[in-house]
Every structure is written in C-alpha cells, then in structure tokens.
C-alpha cells in the first residue's frame, strides 16, 4: 500500500504524539507511525510527574523551557480532554524533593540559590521547607525521622503519561491526522525532493520526516547519515497498594500516587546499555530509600515492579534539529518528555513547518555534540539519590537469575520485604521467566530475606 502525507512522523510516543497533534491542529496532512510497543516504551519508565525544578544549573534556556511548558499545561489538558474524551490525570499540585538529614537540604538549598542567581530577575520558583511546613503541607504522610524538610515549587505537578500519550494519539486522528499503530519503520530514504519510508507493507511518501522514535532514531538517522548521541537510561519502578488521594496530594521525587491511587516509588538512573533485567539490588535501594522517607510505606503491599528504558541524549539535554544535509528531515530526542510535552505541541510543529525555534529551544542542536564534544554541562534531570545504586554489571550474588521486565508477583507482599533481597540457593529453571517470583514464594528464583 502506498499513500503520501506532508510529514510522516516515526514514532508514536509522547514526543511523536505532541508533534502529530500539533501539525494536526495547523491543519497539515500528517501521518504517525508507530512500533509494537514494548517493555523499553519511555512512556512506561516515567513516574508521570511534571517536575521543572532543581536541574539544569549552567543552563537557563533549558529552566525557562520547562517552566513554559508547566505553564501551558493546563489548557493543553484541558484541549485533549474536549477532543479525545481521556482524562490525563493532569494535576497542577507543586512537587517536593524530600531531604534526609541537615546536609542534604542545605545542599539542596544552595542549588536553588545558583538556580535563581543565574535567573535574568533574580527569582526561582522554588524555595527550602523546614520540616514543619513540610509537616504542614502533608499532614497524613509521617515522614521519617531523618526527614529534615524539602525543597518546594509550585511550578511542578502529575500527569498520566500513557493516558496523555493516547489523548494525544486520539486527538491526532479526530482532528484528520492518519495513525499506522504497531508497524514498525525499517527504512527512510530520500526520494525526490522528500522522503520515502517503509513500514510493514507500506510505503509512505512525504515531503519531510520527523524521527521521533526514542531509542530508534539512531538507527533510523543512521540511514540519512547521521549519527544521533543518544543511550539507553534504565529506570526500575515498584507499584505500591493504592492510597486515599488526600494522603499525598503532593507528589515527592521518587514517590508519587498515581491517576489510578497506586504509590509509584521509583528514582534510579543506570547506564546499563539495552539491559531490561530486574535488579534486585537496585529495587531495594528504592525501597530502603522510600522507608527512610515514609516509614508506613513498608506496610503496603506490592502489586508489580517493572523496567523501562528511558531516551538519554548524550548531556541529558533534548535533541531539536534538522539533520545535517537534509533540510526537510527532523530528529527529536529527549528525556523529560512528559514534562516538556506542552511546549513541544506549540514549538515543534511551527519547527517542521519552516519556522525557527524560540530562543530558549533553538541552542539543542547537534552542532553541540561536534567533534565529539559532550554538549552542555550539568545535569537535565532531578533525581533524590545523588547517584545509582548501580551503574555496573550486577553483582556476582545474584548471575544466572532471570527476571522478567514487568513482574508481578502472583501473591501480593509488603514493602519491608523488599528491604533486602538474597539470592535463593534452588537454580532458576528454564522456561518461563516471567513466573519467576520475589519475595519468598514457593517458586525457585529469588526469596526475602529480611535481616
């Protein structure tokens, strides 16, 4: 089957999605292509929380691109919601970073304070709660006793990734744009003066192309001759029983009650290539953190744990730009996406339609990766741990354990038994990984071990 569409955009996830939906509404001929999807879907590794403050220091552009888009959000929620009918769980709340001990939240502190001071008006919207006015503002969570207070912005807040994903999607085609949902793209190539792509049986001309398929693009870009510096970043998160809404209305980084109830507890980053494997070290670092933070958290029971793989640009800051020798082909790589999504639906489209950027877009071009430079300095994303709990192989205790990407134990077990896992003596036998439970169950793989 052949057709021909203005732009074809490859890759269906909250980026692609934006994009689509914006080129939509501007009323061009736009068709979205998207893969089967899979365990590695960003969307999935995402906590669904807008969260602009505490990251980026060195890079202000990129500070006042996240607070736009926190801006714009709410009538983006509002504009998905009349077209597609999908609630996102879009919830202008603020965010909290809790801070275990004095040194952290001082160190915390003054992070905001270089944040403000590289600010054009001298001011940031966020500020240091002392532990009382964080007791004040979620009076039915009993924080910890190492919890010394937080640091608060009102400019953060919740969102549902996938049900912002399919609102998007949803809207796409309501308002005309054409979706080839689960066809995989294995080719783009310059045809004329456009662009032919294959996906599946089709063949699907345009006059430009937009790559915004996460992980995919490199191989894809690689096609134009262009090599994108983007890398697998593993995120591993744990779904808690639900919660009353009024417990945490708040969401802190690292622990957040979804759309759903649920209580997401999730905030490591690991370079571990294209590794979807459960670490069990790594998921109980999460836990002891989150226990330290919440204590009655090791009552609840876990209902699953999965892995993601999120789209990590080479200096964590986003990919805008043309490909180099090809004016009419675009790549957009990011992380961060769900925070940055109400500004890429208003920005990006205006982008492949032959307008420029807004300044504080315009400068996260490739030119910034060119001679194998390492792009800006810093860090574009906020994480409560300063570092992984592991960014190497796993350790030898626990080799030759397989565990399934999305897990769900068939009998559902408190948090505290997470708090240290062992290796259990019986082998893992072949077959079905994904049967393979935690927590001290009868199955051979690994037990708790509570110590």
């Known amino acids: 089957m052949n057709a021909s569409f203005d732009v074809v955009i490859v890759g269906g996830g909250v980026t692609g999605a934006a994009v689509g939906y914006g ?30 403050q505490s990251k980026a220091l060195g890079c202000p552009q990129f500070v006042r691109w996240g607070f736009a888009s926190s801006r714009a959000y709410g009538k983006l929620a509002a504009e998905l919601k009349e077209l597609s009918g999908i609630d996102t769980g879009y919830a202008p709340t603020g965010g909290i970073i809790p801070c275990l001990g004095e040194a952290e939240l001082e160190a915390r502190a003054q992070f905001i304070e270089k944040l403000r001071a590289e600010t054009e008006d001298g001011t940031y919207p966020a500020s240091v709660l002392s532990r009382k006015e964080l007791e004040g503002m979620l009076p039915k969570v009993p924080f910890g006793p190492e919890v010394s207070g937080g640091i608060w912005s009102d ?21 005309g744009g054409t979706l080839f949902a689960g066809e995989r793209v294995s080719e783009v190539k310059p045809s004329g003066k456009g662009y032919t792509v294959v996906c599946g049986g089709r063949t699907l001309e345009c006059g430009k192309a937009v790559l915004a398929a996460g992980l995919g693009v490199r191989k894809l870009a690689a096609q134009l001759g262009t090599d994108i510096p983007v890398f697998p970043n593993k995120s591993q998160v744990m779904l808690l029983e639900r919660i009353p809404a009024d417990v945490l209305p708040i969401p802190l980084l690292g622990i957040a009650r979804t759309f759903g109830g649920t209580v997401m507890i999730g905030a490591a980053h690991e370079n571990m290539g294209m590794d979807r494997r459960l670490t069990p070290e790594v998921l109980a670092a999460n836990a002891q953190w989150a226990v330290r933070v919440w204590p009655e958290l090791e009552r609840k029971r876990i209902l699953r744990f999965w892995t993601g793989l999120r789209v990590w640009p080479k200096d964590a800051y986003p990919i805008y730009d043309r490909i180099p020798g090809h004016e009419n082909a675009f790549v957009f790589a990011m992380h961060s996406a769900v925070s940055l999504a109400a500004i890429l639906e208003q920005a990006l489209p205006d982008y492949v339609m032959g307008k420029p950027l807004p300044p504080d877009g315009a400068i996260f071009g ?14 574009a994303a906020s994480s409560p741990h300063a570092e992984a709990p592991n960014k190497g192989p796993p350790s030898t205790l626990f080799q030759g354990i397989r565990l399934c990407p999305l897990h769900k ?13 062992k290796a259990s003596p019986a082998p893992c036998p072949p077959g079905k990984p994904w049967r393979r439970r935690f927590l001290g169950t009868r199955t051979p793989g690994i037990r708790a071990s509570i110590l």
Not at 409 to 421: A, C, D, K, N
């Open 409 to 421: 134990p068939r009998r559902r077990t408190p948090l505290w038994s997470m708090l240290r896992l």
């Open 155 to 175: 400019m953060d807040g919740y969102v549902d990734p996938l049900h912002l994903m399919f609102a998007f999607r949803k809207s796409f085609v309501r308002l």
């Open 23 to 52: 080129l939509a509404k501007r009323g061009v001929k736009t068709c979205l292509v998207d893969a089967v999807p899979t365990f590695s879907r960003a969307s999935r590794a995402n906590m669904g929380l807008i969260w602009c």
């Open 366 to 379: 490739l030119s910034r990766f060119a001679g194998g430079a390492s792009g800006f300095q810093g860090s």
